[in-house]
C-alpha cells in the first residue's frame, strides 16, 4: 500500500490518496475512486487545465488546476497511478 498523499491543485480543490481510495473535493465536484477502479489520471495543459480522473466503475471527474502547481500534480499523479497499477 501507497503512503497517505495529498494535493491542493488549487485553492479550492483537494485530492487525497491513501494507497486504496482516491477522493476529489472541489465545489460542486466531489469524487471516491477505488484503485482498481481508476483506469486513467489524464492531466491537460494549455487553456484548459484540468485533471481528469477516468473510471471504469461510473463517472469520470474533472477540476481545474492553478499552473504554477503542475509539478507537484505530476508528481502526484505518476504516485497515485503507479500504486494503481501495482494493484492489478
Known amino acids: 500500500m501507497a503512503d497517505y498523499v495529498d494535493l491542493q491543485p488549487s485553492d479550492d480543490s483537494l485530492i487525497t490518496f491513501d494507497g486504496s481510495i482516491l477522493e476529489v473535493f472541489a465545489g460542486s465536484v466531489s469524487g471516491r ?3 482498481k477502479g481508476i483506469e486513467d489520471i489524464e492531466v491537460s ?4 487545465r484540468n485533471i481528469m480522473v477516468k473510471n471504469r ?3 469520470d471527474v474533472g477540476l481545474g488546476y492553478d499552473k504554477e502547481r ?3 500534480i505530476e508528481e502526484f499523479v505518476a504516485r497515485v497511478l503507479a500504486a494503481v497499477r501495482s494493484t492489478g
Open 45 to 48: 495543459t494549455g487553456f484548459g
Open 70 to 72: 503542475l509539478p507537484e
Open 33 to 35: 475512486f477505488h484503485a
Open 57 to 59: 466503475f461510473g463517472s
